[in-house]
């Protein structure tokens, strides 16, 4: 599996602040970059997926990619208290189009 | 749609014992299902690959004939965990590709996962 690497955390935020998580891959190859949230002791779930390069915005989720800087973000706005839980990125290996790597996740903790 | 089950959800067995997980795509067809395993405070890690009416594809490090898969039909894949030993104790999580055309490109959804402990 190609790295993938995310801050661990855990990152703190007040009630209606925007958090900001980061990643960054090393096969330049790859196309496909997902965001999954995960709740303890639950199974990840999609929360964003992004193929081209900019911005893409769902509800208060933004996720960013450069592929040039082989980086992808996701902006939580106006967190809440039920945002508290470990994000995940996953990147889409460039010579396989099926399997996911993982970053370890990052852990937001959304203070009320 | 794109939901996938996990069977059992939580269990707890003897050290030498096997121990079976079911994987269910419940409204789509699967060609290909993943094995995930997660340590605490870890992240997924892939087991194996799992690719409908043939052998399963096993990452570097993972022993195959410890960790058999199954994968008999579209909608069904199975871990079996054999001799378990505490070492094995973790959450295994299962996803399963659909092709759904909504613009998610053959995406992973993912199932509820399995705690195992071994005793």
């Not at chain 1, 450069?66 to 992808?72: E, L, M, P």
């Not at chain 1, 994000?87 to 010579?95: P, T």
């Not at chain 2, 195959?64 to 378990?84: E, G, Q, W």
């Amino acid at each position: 599996q190609k790295e993938v690497e995310q801050n661990s955390g855990p990152l703190s935020v007040p009630e209606g602040a925007i958090a900001s998580l980061n990643c960054t891959y090393s096969d330049r190859g790859s196309q496909s970059f997902f965001w999954y949230r995960q709740y303890s002791g639950k199974s990840p779930e999609l929360i964003m997926f992004i193929y081209s390069n900019g911005d893409k915005e769902d509800g208060r989720f933004t996720a960013q990619l450069n592929k040039a800087s082989q980086y992808v973000s996701l902006l939580i706005r106006d967190s809440q208290p039920s945002d508290s839980a470990t994000y995940l990125c996953a990147v889409k290996e460039g010579s396989n189009d099926y399997k996911l790597s993982f970053g370890a996740g990052t852990t937001v903790t959304v203070r009320a | 749609g794109a939901v996938v089950s996990q069977h059992p959800s939580r269990v707890i067995c003897k050290s030498g014992t096997s121990v079976k997980i079911e994987c269910r795509s419940l409204d789509f067809q699967a060609t290909t299902m993943f094995w995930y395993r997660q340590f605490p405070k870890q992240s997924l890690m892939l087991m194996a690959t799992s690719n409908e009416g043939s052998k399963a594809t096993y990452e570097q490090g993972v022993e195959k004939d410890k960790f058999l898969i199954n994968h008999a039909s579209l909608t069904l894949s199975t871990l079996t965990v054999t001799s378990a030993h505490p070492e094995d104790s973790s959450f295994y999580i299962c996803s399963a590709r659909a092709n759904l055309g909504r613009g998610l490109r053959n995406e992973q959804f993912f199932g509820p996962g399995t705690r195992l402990t071994v005793l």
